[in-house]
């Protein structure tokens, strides 16, 4: 059974940082580019970034750029969403997704597989 399994949300206080995991279960990350989506109440999903293969540059929405980091570790088959200096606006349900990742951001595949979400909340 294939499964991204996402960990890392919580309450935290603006400027303060987060880390996102997505942990593959049943599937190797190495195969496949991950996006990752958010999704705020009465907002539009946003993609916020995506990593692809080996050498491929990362993709950042401006609204995170300089702020985000997204990494790889191949030997726990796990990307990482890094997030510093956190803002009310980042509250939302974070999700990762496997995805196509250009530099017009992470689009979505037929049969992509989706992490179950975690809940970032950035008080005001």
């Known amino acids: 059974q294939v499964q991204l399994v996402q960990s890392g949300g919580g309450l935290v206080q603006p400027g303060r940082s987060l880390r996102l995991s997505c942990a593959g279960s049943g599937i190797s990350l190495d195969y496949y580019a991950i996006g990752w989506f958010r999704q705020a109440p009465g907002k539009e999903r946003e993609g916020v970034s995506c990593i692809g293969g080996i050498g491929s540059s990362p993709y950042y929405a401006d609204s995170v750029k300089g702020r985000f980091t997204v990494s790889r570790d191949k030997t726990r088959n796990t990307v990482y969403l890094q997030m510093d200096n956190l803002k009310p606006e980042d509250t939302a349900v974070y999700y990762c997704?496997?995805?196509?990742?250009?530099?017009?951001?992470?689009?979505?595949?037929?049969?992509?597989?989706w992490g179950q979400g975690t809940q970032v909340t950035v008080p005001s």
């Open positions: 997704v496997t995805v196509a990742c250009g530099v017009g951001g992470p689009g979505l595949i037929n049969g992509g597989y």
